[in-house]
Each structure stands twice: as C-alpha cells, then as structure tokens.
C-alpha cells in the first residue's frame, strides 16, 4: 500500500526553526511532483512548498520564500521542510502529498487521487 507519513512537527516559539520529513513507502517518488501543505483552523488550504522529482525544479508560497525549504533524499525515499524563522501565522497543520500540480507558481490542492499523509502539527508560539 503506498503511504506518506510525515514527522518533525511540535511546538516552537517565533524565531525557531522545525524541519518536517515525508517518508513514502510502497511507491517511489520517481518524477512525481511532491508538495507541502497546511491548514489551520479557520483559514484556508495553502500550497506551501513543492518539488519536482524529474528536474528538482521548487515552488514556494509567497509568505514562506526565503523562510522554508524544501529538499528530497533519494535514497531515503523521502522529502524535507526545513522551516526558519517561524512565524505564528505559519501554526497549522502540515502534511505532503504526491503527485501535485504546480500551474505558474501556483501549487494546487492534491486531487483526490493523489496519496497524502496524516499530517503534523505545527505550532509556533509568540
């Protein structure tokens, strides 16, 4: 069964910095599109980072650049967040998901068919 599961998340305070980790298993990324997500409560769905397998080609949203970055370990079959200077509006849950779409520098919400983790949490304290 191919799975996603992600780790590395807690509690931080602003300024701090997390990395999370997405280990597949039961598939490998291959030149799939990976992406990070989060969703926090009462606000809305955010592509967060993605990366392209075939070309390591990245994608951020606007309000991580420079803050976030995202990495692949291919012989760990899994994919990185390296969080800094975190931020409490950054608080959410995360998760990854495989395959995304990215449409400009846009990453959009994995389908329903795209394979996603259980999420980790998140929370950065002022």
């Not at 490998?28 to 390591?56: C, L, M, N």
């Not at 994919?79 to 950054?90: A, F, G, H, R, S």
């Amino acid at each position: 069964e191919a799975q996603l599961m992600e780790s590395g998340g807690g509690l931080v305070q602003a300024g701090g910095s997390l990395r999370l980790s997405c280990a597949a298993s039961g598939f490998t990324f291959d030149d799939y599109a990976i992406g990070w997500f989060r969703q926090a409560p009462g606000k809305e769905h955010e592509g967060v980072a993605s990366i392209s397998r075939g070309d390591g080609t990245t994608h951020y949203l606007d309000s991580v650049k420079g803050r976030f970055t995202i990495s692949s370990e291919d012989a760990k079959n899994t994919v990185y967040l390296q969080m800094t200077n975190l931020k409490p509006e950054d608080t959410a849950v995360y998760y990854c998901a495989a395959p995304i779409t990215v449409v400009g520098d846009i990453i959009w919400p994995p389908s329903d068919f795209a394979i996603r983790g259980q999420g980790t949490q998140v929370t950065v304290s002022s």
